[in-house]
């Protein structure tokens, strides 16, 4: 990922300052981001460069490795849907793991749920965690709550160990497959998953961009139907801007074959939605979400 140059939103000025974008790019196209002033946080880990910006006009933003993990005008988007679909397509949630997720967002919205009784987070890199609690607290305002039990290690070796039947729901909040998150990409990590999920277990994944990044969501589909079997898994999309593309997917897949979609209670959603005053997801966008475009369903055609 690399800082390159790019119009600046005064259309009076014909000045260009490099200095003053992060560019997110796949070596084919690119999303640009105007930062104001010098970044707020950066350190490298042992892992990733983990850096803190403010925009002008979509609050702070965290990137690793010059790849944006949120920000804090769209977050709401991705971490809402990650966690309420699979939470109002199944009943009797109380254990829950989560892989990655170290900005604390989709710990936030899984807490809201006060039927869930246990959240276990791995999160590798320390780093991550404590630059989101220093500067996005309104993101990370539940890495502290009394049911999570957070962890800094290896996702994919507490996986691997874990007992099975463990788990009712396992969310894979992971950045793209490179680096430390690569490894949560393999067959061999979602057989881990399958293992330590309960009989009616269900798996909530970030599955990268049909779009920005089509060679690994495809690769992710293949992989997740040789392991949870072709009618138990379901991509579905979510729209966020500061993500390149917009147009970002997330799957759900389940032990038991249930349709996401069908399996909705709408009438518990609606009422969580307004009670919340949740920012993105409702029943409808649940229902929504799930209608690919003809091109995305003949990506992953068996």
């Known amino acids: 990922m690399t800082t390159s140059t790019a119009s600046t939103s005064d259309t009076t000025s014909t000045q260009f300052n490099p200095s003053e974008w992060v560019i997110d790019s796949n070596g084919k196209s690119a999303l640009s981001i105007r ?4 970044r707020i946080f950066k350190e490298e880990s042992p892992f990733q460069t983990v850096e803190v910006f403010d925009t002008y006009d979509r609050g702070k933003m965290l990137t690793i490795d010059r790849m944006v993990m949120c920000t804090e005008s769209d977050e709401a988007n991705y971490h809402e849907m990650i966690v309420h679909v699979p939470m109002f397509a199944n009943s009797g949630i109380k254990d829950v793991l ?3 997720a170290g900005d604390g967002g989709t710990i936030r919205e899984l807490v809201r749920h006060p039927g ?4 276990t987070m791995v999160e590798i890199d320390e780093v991550v965690v404590r630059a989101s609690k220093q500067f996005l607290p309104t993101i990370s305002s539940a890495l502290e709550h009394p049911k999570l039990n957070l962890l800094i290690d290896d996702g994919i070796k507490f996986v691997k160990e874990a007992k099975e039947n463990s788990y009712d729901l396992v969310i894979i909040d992971s ?3 490179v680096g430390p998150s690569e490894g949560l990409f393999t067959q061999s ?3 881990d998953v399958f293992r330590c999920l309960r009989s009616h277990g269900t798996v909530a994944i970030q599955s990268e961009s049909p779009l920005f990044h089509p060679d690994a969501f495809v690769d992710l589909n ?10 138990s898994v379901h991509p579905y999309l979510v729209f966020i801007p500061m993500y390149p593309s917009g147009m970002w997917s997330l799957t759900y897949c389940s032990k038991q074959g249930n349709h996401p979609v069908n399996n909705c209670d709408r009438e518990k959603a609606a009422q969580f939605t307004l009670e919340h005053n949740l920012r993105y997801y409702n029943p409808d966008i649940h229902q929504a979400a799930f209608a ?4 995305i369903q003949k990506m992953i055609q068996v």
């Open 35 to 38: 930062i104001k002033g010098d």
């Open 98 to 100: 989560v892989i990655g």
């Open 116 to 119: 869930i009784e246990r959240v």
């Open 175 to 177: 950045s793209d497959p």
């Open 189 to 191: 990590f979602y057989e």
């Open 222 to 231: 293949k992989c997740l139907k040789q392991v949870f079997g072709v009618d």
């Open 292 to 295: 690919l475009p003809g091109y």
